[in-house]
């Protein structure tokens, strides 16, 4: 099992940035895809990004794709979430979340075994 702590969260204005990070720990980290997720208030639990295991492969959602950027440092066992140009929409509280590397990514809630507790991102307008 890998246990995972988010940070970086917080109040930003409009146009802004903010850069998430995931701290890992357990010993199965090193072979687990990460990805991230966010969860608005009153919708479903969405996928953001993903890593893999060696940190060379990424896939971000249609929704975010340009704006940004996951990257994981492997000898200090975090994956960073970089975020930009950020509007009110990606208002949400944002999750880390690892499984077992595999053939295929996943953009699935369900696929994923270990969950942090999560960040708040807040976008003023």
């Known amino acids: 099992q890998v246990q995972l702590v988010e940070s970086g969260g917080g109040l930003v204005q409009a146009g802004g940035s903010l850069r998430l990070s995931c701290a890992a720990s357990?010993?199965?980290?090193?072979?687990?895809?990460v990805g991230w997720f966010r969860q608005a208030p009153g919708k479903e639990r969405e996928f953001v990004a993903v890593v893999d295991w060696s940190g060379g492969g990424t896939y971000p959602a249609d929704s975010v794709r340009g704006r940004v950027a996951i990257f994981r440092a492997k000898a200090k066992n975090t994956v960073s979430l970089q975020m930009n140009s950020l509007t009110p929409e990606d208002t949400a509280v944002y999750y880390c979340?690892?499984?077992?590397?595999?053939?295929?990514?996943?953009?699935?809630?369900?696929?994923?075994?270990?969950w942090g507790q999560g960040t708040q991102v807040t976008v003023s307008s």
């Open positions: 979340a690892a499984r077992k590397s595999q053939d295929r990514w996943s953009t699935q809630v369900y696929e994923y075994d270990s």
């Open positions: 357990g010993r199965t980290f090193s072979t687990s895809d």
